[in-house]
């Protein structure tokens, strides 16, 4: 079946844009995770959604990121004002519940010049 | 969630059992073992993942000690495709969070 999709796989912005960063998760997966990994570093957990429960933003670096899920469904992953530290491959990941193993997208690659 | 300790990198011979430590000494009673990796410039991959029984699937083994403070994942017979780097994560009700995890890479 259909595996977790992000789109744009490449996305090349200038510093000061705004980005949205789209996720399509498995059908019926109740859980939804977002992850950053810059050039060299491990994964960094931004933000998680589990079924109508509130979502867990403890990873958000700073408030020029947000992120929501519709429908519970896709989620949309939202940088506002970019700056080049910004730039990093955006993972999303999306479970069963919240103790199934997760299946993650192939990720967009951000590029903030 | 607990935290994990992994060897930074490890080499292993192609074809060789590799096998993956991990120290979970704080570990508490409902939370789960999980392995992923993830080979360069891919999203990760599940491997594996057990509460206190050993398991095991086509990719690997896991084995969790009686007192549940350290596992090990085996890779029976492990070939070039298998390096990647190694995350070892212990989870409960909650996010899913990765540490630094183990290069391992897989030689001729």
């Known amino acids: 079946g259909a595996g977790v999709s992000q789109s744009p796989s490449n996305k090349v912005t200038e510093k000061g844009k705004d980005v949205e960063l789209r996720c399509d998760p498995i059908?019926?997966?109740?859980?939804l995770y977002w992850y950053r990994q810059s050039l060299g570093q491990g994964l960094e957990f931004l933000i998680y959604?589990?079924?109508?429960?509130?979502?867990?933003k403890s990873g958000l670096p700073s408030d020029r990121f947000s992120a929501e899920r519709t429908g519970g469904s896709v989620s949309t992953l939202t940088i506002q004002r970019t700056q080049q530290e910004d730039s990093a491959v955006y993972l999303c990941?999306?479970?069963?519940?919240?103790?199934?193993?997760?299946?993650f997208g192939n990720g967009t690659r951000l590029t903030v010049t | 969630d607990a935290k994990t300790t992994q060897p930074t990198s490890m080499d292993c011979a192609e074809g060789r059992a590799a096998n993956l430590p991990c120290n979970h000494s704080t570990i508490s009673g409902n939370e789960y073992v999980y392995w992923y990796r993830q080979i360069h410039s891919q999203g990760p991959q599940y491997i594996i993942h057990?509460?206190?029984n050993n398991e095991t699937n086509e990719m690997a083994s896991l084995i969790i000690t009686e007192d549940r403070k350290s596992s090990t994942l085996i890779l029976p017979h492990a070939t070039l495709r298998d390096t990647a780097v190694y995350y070892c994560?212990?989870?409960?009700?909650?996010?899913?969070?990765f540490g630094a995890g183990t290069q391992v890479v897989v030689t001729p």
């Open positions: 059908s019926g997966h109740t859980a």
């Open positions: 057990g509460l206190k």
């Open positions: 959604f589990q079924g109508n429960s509130a979502p867990d």
């Open positions: 994560i212990v989870k409960g009700w909650g996010k899913l969070q």
């Open positions: 990941a999306s479970s069963v519940q919240t103790n199934s193993p997760l299946h």
